[in-house]
């Protein structure tokens, strides 16, 4: 009998993919899925480092797993926790079995098979992987799913930790990116997010390519693929966006007019902290450029709140630049000092307390900015992806929605994966309802 597995995957879009891929990998080596972690030889949590709340929740998810496993099954932690901070798990954890970080995802078939006692007969082995490069993925349970175009970041952002969990900028050909896409969409995808730490500065690695490609070729090649209605781009960094791409995403009707923008705060003088370009006045033109090229266009943005240093003035000025530039999506973070990040050693951190009272005000002043971005969509008629039914309710998303990060469409009709013009009859808070006008295939 084949061995089984639970996987239990946390964080970001990014992480998601990879445990895709190691799905993928596994049916390949014969594992089976076990939904029920009680019934599986092999639990494993697939986790996030990110901020010190990421790891919090990685730790109780190991915990948690471990109790609802039965005493036999075998415990395994991936992911960015184990690639940093792997010694550190295996000390604090002994109940753990195995810790593979990114680095070691090659190992992990060979490793499973000592853990589980197992020795398959015919079954094809491949015990090395390269989780970045790989193509193929399970069979998709969404009618999205997200494209990793590069692995790891090269800016020095002081508050980051990303370039030691997931080390320099690595990106993918153009070419191999198109072949997962149509793997994707072979199976059933409508809809592709690409993500990376820095999309926007995609191919400047690829030193060895003639021509080096860069994140337009991507969009040209991606969106070429047959079957693919929408293409849509996850952590543009502000100073990487140049007017070609603008253009791209305005004109190729492929490409969501959606624009992730990494802003991370207002304030020049704190951005300068953060070894970043950019402030107030740049992001609005940046803003204005966008919407002149696209008066529609979507856009998004995150921001961290409580970066030492940060005044009662600084966060005036980002509601102030919030209330002006009318962002359709935003998200607040309170800072986190990740240790090895040059910001931990910073003098002027801002008690928690003072953090959580700036994380309310300000999240207030987005939502009420986000409700009005959505009250100006009533009596548009948007083509609408549905992507689920909740209890007899169609549920999806248009160009200004990406996936578990923005609000939902509620509609009348619809059945999951099918494109629908819907036009909007109603918004409340985050959400909006629309009235179904006709299928578009």
């Not at 029920?36 to 480092?49: G, H, S, Y």
């Not at 590069?150 to 952002?157: F, I, Q, R, S, Y």
């Not at 740049?282 to 919407?291: E, F, N, P, Q, W």
């Not at 307390?353 to 409700?371: G, I, M, P």
């Amino acid at each position: 009998m084949n061995r089984t597995y639970h996987l239990t995957t946390l964080g970001c879009a990014k992480n998601q993919v990879d445990s895709d891929k190691l799905e993928a990998m596994l049916a390949e080596a014969g594992y089976a899925v076990s939904a029920d972690p009680a019934a599986a030889d092999v639990v494993m949590v697939n986790t996030c480092a990110f901020i010190e709340d990421a790891r919090r929740e990685s730790v109780e998810t190991i915990l948690e797993m471990q109790d609802e496993a039965s005493p036999a099954s075998r415990m395994v932690v991936l992911g960015c926790m184990a690639q940093r901070f792997g010694v550190d798990v295996e000390a604090a954890l002994p109940e753990v079995d195995a810790v593979l970080g990114l680095d070691r995802y090659g190992d992990l078939v060979p490793t499973l098979d000592r853990l589980t006692g197992w020795q398959p007969v015919q079954v094809r082995r491949r015990p090395k992987m390269d989780i970045l490069h790989e193509v193929r993925r399970p069979h998709p349970t969404t009618p999205y799913a997200y494209v990793k175009a590069a692995e790891g970041c090269d800016k020095p952002c002081t508050f980051c930790a990303i370039p030691l969990i997931r080390g320099k900028q690595r990106s993918r050909t153009t070419g191999e990116i198109r072949r997962e896409i149509e793997h994707l969409v072979a199976g059933g995808v409508s809809e592709v997010v690409l993500v990376a730490q820095d999309l926007a500065a995609y191919g400047r690695d690829l030193r060895d390519a003639s021509p080096r490609p860069g994140i337009v070729d991507l969009l040209r090649s991606a969106t070429e693929v047959d079957g693919l209605a929408q293409l849509r781009l996850l952590y543009l960094y502000p100073r990487e966006i140049r007017p070609d791409l603008i253009a791209e995403m305005a004109d190729n009707p492929k490409v969501a007019s959606y624009f992730d923008l990494s802003l991370q705060h207002s304030s020049s003088r704190l951005l300068r902290g953060m070894k970043r370009t950019g402030g107030g006045e740049a992001y609005t033109r940046l803003i204005d450029d966008i919407r002149r090229r696209d008066p529609n266009a979507a856009l998004r943005s995150s921001f961290i709140v409580g970066f030492p240093g940060e005044t009662d003035n600084d966060v005036d000025e980002l509601v102030d630049f919030l209330e002006e530039v009318h962002l359709d999506w935003a998200g607040f973070f309170p800072y986190s000092p990740e240790e090895g990040t040059p910001a931990a050693d910073l003098d002027g951190r801002v008690p928690p307390e003072e953090v959580a009272e700036r994380l309310r005000h300000l999240q207030t002043t987005q939502e009420e900015v986000t409700a009005e971005a959505n009250r100006a969509q009533i009596g548009r008629v948007v083509p609408v992806l549905v992507d689920l039914v909740e209890d007899g309710v169609p549920v999806g998303r248009s160009y200004r929605q990406a996936p578990e990060i923005d609000g939902m469409i509620i509609l009348d009709r619809g059945e999951p994966g099918t494109w629908l013009n819907a036009e909007v009859t109603a918004a409340f808070g985050s959400d909006v309802e629309a009235r179904v006008a006709e299928s578009t295939g």
